[in-house]
């Protein structure tokens, strides 16, 4: 087993909400996600803590381009390094006005203190791994599983028993429960569960979530990450077939998904303000109305 790093990106401050992962290879350190520009700093200070500088990494596997897990990709293509992406997500990177565009919609004047700067990366230094496609650096194997249903261009990465999972592994924050996030505006269940499914066959032992941190059990943490998804999709259908707004069911929404947390006994305070950061209750509300839209619409 190569030695794997956990580094704390210190999302707004704050730990254990995103983190990144070095790979140690014959080559050098490989990064698997970035987090997003605005936490460079604290990237590069965990870099520098394993005795690196971000022109060490010249490889990055990306899980996929939401900006919490890409967004300084780019800083790390200009110093050279090679970007591994799934195809449906390299366009984004090479021009992403659409992304920041969409994104300083929803984040409005937020947008830089969130997720800070994004320039585009030279085609030539985007790479796209075709399904189920092993990249090898170093005398490590990584292997790419195309997992969609979070994203559909997200892929989980392999690396012997262990798994990368980005978010389609599920979001849970140390001293709590897995929970899935269901941003706009790709939220497919099916597939996601699919994907679930996939990870399992895959014979992980250990998952990384990006939120947050490894899980040593995968089999039952996936199980759970299913039925919560199914619960969740479920909870949110009929407020969208009765034509409630978004911004009406958050707050119900929020209610419940607390209440779900306090009955597993998850009551600290930092550990909900960690899920919030990483998976807020209104990005799951548009999430999964956008699901059932599209799905009742194609009968
Ligand atoms: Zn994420």
């Known amino acids: 087993m190569p030695p794997i790093h956990l580094l ?121 791994p075709a399904d189920g496609e092993e990249i090898e650096i170093g005398g490590v194997v990584f292997r790419a599983l195309y997992t969609p249903g979070h994203a559909t261009h997200h892929i989980a990465w392999q690396v012997g028993a262990d798994v990368f999972t980005g978010d389609v592994g599920g979001v849970r924050i140390p001293g709590g429960v897995v929970m899935p996030p269901c941003p706009p505006p790709d939220i497919h269940i099916e597939h996601w569960l699919e994907s679930i499914a996939r990870i399992k066959q895959a014979g992980a032992e250990r998952l990384w979530l990006t939120h947050f941190g490894p899980v040593d059990e995968p089999v039952p943490h996936l199980d759970a990450l299913a039925a919560r998804l199914l619960d969740w999709a479920n909870w949110m259908r009929p407020w969208f077939e009765s034509g409630t707004p978004p911004e009406e069911v958050t ?40 699901y059932w839209k599209k799905k009742l619409a194609r009968g």
Do not use: C
């Not at 998904?257 to 990483?278: F, H, K, N």
């Open 8 to 128: 704390d990106l210190s999302f707004q401050e704050t730990a254990e909400a995103i983190a990144a992962f070095v790979v140690e290879t014959d080559e050098g350190p490989v990064l698997v996600e970035t987090g997003p520009h605005s936490t460079w700093p604290h990237l590069e200070g965990a870099l520098h803590k394993l005795g690196y500088r971000p022109e060490d990494v010249r490889q990055v596997l990306l899980t996929h381009i939401h900006l919490d897990h890409a967004g300084a990709a780019w800083a790390f293509a200009k110093k050279g390094a090679v970007i591994h992406v799934h195809p449906v997500g390299a366009p984004h990177l090479a021009h992403p006005d659409k992304l920041l565009h969409s994104a300083r919609r929803i984040y409005q004047d937020q947008m830089d203190t969130l997720w800070g700067q994004m320039e585009p990366i030279a085609e030539s230094q985007l790479h796209t």
């Open 251 to 290: 707050p119900r929404f929020q209610q419940y998904v607390q209440e779900q947390l306090r009955s597993e006994g998850i009551t600290d305070p930092q550990v909900l303000q960690r899920y919030e950061l990483a998976n807020p209750a209104w990005m799951s509300v548009w999430g999964l109305m956008r």
